[in-house]
DNA sequence: GAGTGGTCTAGACCACTGT
DNA sequence: CAGTGGTCTAGACCACTCC
């Protein structure tokens, strides 16, 4: 005998996924549900919760339970650092023009409205390990948040952190108010005698915690990627550390591994 | 006046996080933390449910709310096609001591357990896109499955696709009995005359499915990671496709770009 | 103001895990 | 068998959305 929530989650499932219950409809009202299929209140809200922590139906309050529209989805390929490297030397002008993000989104500048907040901080152990200097040592700490125009929240937010002593061999760059920098921290790193060999990035998922949910402006039943990318430079020394925080259902991350020939 | 249930969890939460409620260390019983909050059942069950949503509890009936102690990762790295493309053409008994996995793992073959199941199936509107051929063409599916000698669960299911007219140029091709092929896929595709030329690799995540937490074994409150490799062959042709679904809480997906020289 | 979901209570009974 | 979480009910009152 089948448990009751499971088999109103499994029907309103069905009729969700045959397409009976389209992206943006409105569910029957819980009370309705309640007379559909004589059950108490409780009941249908379970079978309801279990529906919005996979990701199909979205609780709005006041207004009723929402079939969930597929979100656009972003792309960020990993072309973005050859592109960005190009770019670093190239005379100012050009370098303002766009942007990595923009490269990856094919949006223009203005389409984009990017927030930059420095402060240093001390290397933990973990850092301090990817780093491969001691506990302690000072570090730039640099957040970023990117978002469109029309939205409220960023889909992106990064925890960037790059040697402190490195960074303040140009003054500039402890200034957030340069932000947005441009030519990115490729040429930020240029400017300081940096040439980076390779970027490895590290990605795995999670559920979001409450903060990251108001952060990204996320409903609950979606997942969030966990990025570390690390810039390590052609003396492999490892110059930047950067934590990347991106809303599962609307990016796409894109990795092309080219192969040697035969 | 903030919600019952949002303080309790919040409170509970801190304790997890500071180190008070260690890993793997049981919560209280719900009544006791009902007599502790001064709230009913159901409250203290929202709190926890909350809780294990942010994968940051597991319910275990019958004994009791457990601190989620944090799962090995398994590394896996995109240098894979590369060091599977060299070996492609070696003499079979070399390919034989490894396989892809193995090389991202650091483990021997006999820890792992493998499994493949081969069926026919007709490209759908999605496949048929990426492959560039018409709706209803033949592919041939193959869905694989590893996962630790002593673990139940899989820590990997991928379904593979080829064009059907491709791999039956070589029969063998065709048999699962076959598997696991040493050499893997590239040395398949080789015996059929095709050389890739790269990979790409689309990666998102979301909350799983019912039937994904069953296949992967997962509790609630983890989130998996779904990618889609595209191989293409020096004549730029997709040659494979493959959905690989990889539960969040034990993946870590590794990608390294090398950058060219200034 | 009508309709809808959100929070909370009190309590009954079932099912699983351990000793 | 004791202890623990899982399922379900019936009903009160609050908060948000939209007309």
Redesign the interface.
Known sequence: MAKAYERIADDLRGQIRTGQLQPGARLPAETKLVEQYKKSL?TIRQALSTLQ???LIEKQHGRGNIVRKPRR?VERR??R??WE?DRA?EPEPKRRETGATEHDTGLSVSDLVFNAEYRTTEAGPDLAQVFGVPEGTQLLERIFRTRYREEDAPFNVSHSYLLYDLAAKNPDLLDESYEPWPGGTQNQLHTVGV????????????????EEIEDLGLT??????VLRKVCID?NDRVVEVCDVTLP??R????????????
Not at 255 to 262: D, Y
């Open positions: 409780p922590a996979e990701g989805l990993n072309d650092h050859q490297k030397r040439e980076l060999d390779r970027v490895e990035e590290r990605v795995t998922a999670r559920p979001p915690t409450v609950s039943g979606t997942a969030i990627l052609i599962g259902d990016t796409e991350m894109v990795f092309t591994t080219p192969l040697a020939r035969w």
